[in-house]
């Protein structure tokens, strides 16, 4: 088990910031693929943002150019820098991880992650 811990969720106006990081130990950071999903009340979860074992990223649509998914191996840290807040952003973000080699569109694919954190709730208000 690969225990994943989220941080950094909170309350902001819209068209603020957050940052959420997502640690984990027990494991190396760079060569899993990662991912941030979200949950809003009485919605399905959804892939938002992903990062390969080679780095390589992908994002949903409706958070491109507003949300930047990066990692420190080193800390085995990853981040999820968000921009331009919408209220619609409103809801549990989770990150994932998994051994095995994704790209594309797979990172945002909920199916293919293994280890799940708790969640971190972010709330935008307008």
């Known amino acids: 088990q690969v225990p994943l811990v989220e941080s950094g969720g909170g309350s902001v106006q819209a068209g603020g910031s957050l940052r959420l990081s997502c640690a984990a130990s027990g494991y190396t950071y760079s060569t899993y693929s990662m991912g941030w999903f979200r949950q809003a009340p009485g919605k399905e979860r959804e892939g938002v943002a992903g990062?390969?074992?080679?780095?390589?990223?992908t994002y949903a649509d409706s958070v491109k150019g507003r949300f930047t998914i990066s990692k420190d191996n080193a800390k085995n840290t990853l981040y999820l820098q968000m921009n331009s807040l919408k209220p619609e952003d409103t809801a549990m973000y989770y990150c994932a991880a998994d051994s095995g080699y994704y790209s594309d569109y797979d990172l945002l694919s909920q199916r293919r992650f293994g280890y799940w954190g708790q969640g971190t709730q972010v709330t935008v208000s307008s």
């Open positions: 990062i390969g074992s080679d780095d390589t990223t």
